[in-house]
């Protein structure tokens, strides 16, 4: 079964760079696209964006400008940062693996989740 | 963007009861509509795909049902550990997006 951890800094100051990895255990990071999933406290869930093992991406336009998702082969992790953040970035992150194919296209496999809070 | 609307927002329910949540997709995404069940402090687990494909380890007491725009998540009998929050997806086209939520309590 193919786990998912986030970690990266908790604390992060307003106009800085969110920046957090994902590792993967129990399976390949090859062949699957991998995306990032943030839920503000008490809110829903927002979609920021996916990298397949590839190189290909394809991010939230909301969040474009300031996203990059990029994937290390080598350590089995991808990586989230968000440039100029401010306290509406705060939120919990999670990492996720993202199954397409015919008729289906579906996010089987979550973290735990990351809590990073944009404060002064 | 594709707008998902939940409803209802919050549910109280019993154990053994049947449960269904609605889901509304502001134009059509076919059948490309997943559910989740999220528990507090946990990230979501996958339960429906492609509107009502079972995933690998789910019970069979979870079913979903749907196309087009209007989709349900159904629980036949309630048991205490699907008292929890539930929310729809969208994967028909980018971005995707979530439905807001429902949230499953305990009557």
């Known amino acids: 079964q193919v786990q998912l951890q986030e970690s990266g800094p908790g604390l992060v100051k307003p106009s800085e760079t969110l920046s957090l990895t994902c590792t993967i255990s129990?399976?390949?990071?090859?062949?699957?696209?991998w995306s990032w999933i943030r839920q503000p406290p008490g809110k829903g869930l927002e979609w920021i964006g996916y990298m397949q093992h590839s190189g290909s991406t394809n991010y939230n336009p909301s969040l474009q400008s300031r996203v990059t998702v990029s994937v290390d082969t080598s350590k089995n992790q991808f990586s989230l940062k968000l440039s100029s953040v401010t306290a509406a970035d705060t939120a919990v992150y999670y990492c996720?693996?993202?199954?397409?194919?015919?008729?289906?296209?579906?996010?089987?496999?979550w973290g735990q989740g990351a809590l990073v809070t944009v404060s002064s | 963007d594709i707008q998902m609307t939940q409803s209802p927002s919050s549910l109280s329910a019993s154990v053994g009861d049947r449960v269904t949540i609605t889901c509304r997709a502001s134009q059509s995404i076919s059948s490309y509509l997943n559910w989740y069940q999220q528990k507090p402090g946990k990230g979501p687990k996958l339960l429906i795909y492609a509107a009502s494909s079972l995933e690998s380890g789910v019970p069979s007491r979870f079913s979903g049902s749907g196309s087009g725009t209007d989709f349900t998540l159904t629980i036949s009998s309630l048991q205490p550990e699907d008292f929890a929050s539930y929310y729809c997806q969208q994967s028909y086209i980018t971005p995707h997006t979530f439905g807001q939520g429902t949230k499953l309590e305990i009557k």
């Open positions: 996720a693996r993202y199954i397409t194919g015919v008729g289906r296209s579906y996010f089987d496999n």
């Open positions: 129990g399976g390949s990071i090859s062949g699957y696209y």
